[in-house]
């Protein structure tokens, strides 16, 4: 497994602006991806991070919005951009490991767009 | 699209019985599914995995059973505990890369 944080833990914003989200990997990996998990519903993978390249967006998440960093094996930053209450989520990273891939969440930031 | 789903939102179970949570999936080709429990104000905790080529696996307390016939996947917790109390989803692997696709996820409240 892995021990993973986030930068913050929580926060509130207000319309308009954008906040970057930090994680922090305690061992180098390959894939790192980042989720939405809206109020009361299931995760919903925004786009996958991999060191070296361009991050890859789902379908519904745009890099204009949600661009990512990807500066090294053990860390990566999601920006929520120009942010409106619709993006009042938590934002979780997870990291895949092993073979097939088991995936590792961090804590999650939980925020709130006023 | 794909879907992995569940079939009960929420489950009520006493102290000390055994827990069944159920999730269909859709893509036959999937080979390989998580089952993560989240608690309040976490993220999701790695509860146990299960490839395709498997029927059933065992941990701690936890069984995942897979019938592939059906597409259906299922979670029992043994002598549930308050602590088991929880969002429980599963998950299933899209691609090579890792991608999970999660269900919708079910409230599992313990009672006494």
């Known amino acids: 497994s892995a021990v993973i944080s986030q930068k913050p833990s929580r926060d509130i914003c207000q319309r308009g602006t954008s906040l970057t989200i930090q994680c922090q990997v305690d061992s180098q990996v390959t894939m790192m991806f980042w989720y939405r998990q809206q109020p009361g519903q299931s995760l919903t993978l925004i786009a996958t991070?991999?060191?070296?390249?361009?991050?890859?967006?789902e379908s519904g998440f745009v890099i204009d919005k949600f661009p990512i960093s990807r500066p090294n094996l053990t860390f990566s930053t999601l920006t929520v951009s120009n942010m409106s209450p619709e993006d009042s989520s938590i934002y979780l990273c997870?990291?895949?490991?092993?073979?097939?891939?088991?995936?590792?969440f961090g804590p999650g930031t939980r925020l709130t767009v006023l | 699209g794909e879907n992995v789903g569940l079939h009960l939102p929420t489950l009520s179970v006493q102290e000390g019985d055994n827990s069944i949570i159920n999730c269909a999936y859709s893509n036959s080709a999937s080979d390989y599914f998580i089952w993560y429990k989240q608690e309040s104000g976490k993220g999701p905790q790695f509860i146990i995995d299960i490839r395709s080529n498997m029927d059933k696996r065992q941990g701690q307390r936890v069984t995942v059973l897979l019938n592939k016939t059906v597409k259906h996947l299922s979670l029992q917790i043994a002598a549930t505990q308050p602590g088991d109390s929880a969002v429980y989803f599963c998950a299933e692997k899209r691609d090579s890369w890792g991608k999970l696709q999660f269900g919708a996820g079910t409230q599992v409240v313990v009672t006494p």
């Open positions: 991070a991999n060191q070296g390249s361009e991050a890859t967006y």
């Open positions: 997870s990291v895949g490991m092993g073979s097939p891939n088991e995936q590792f």
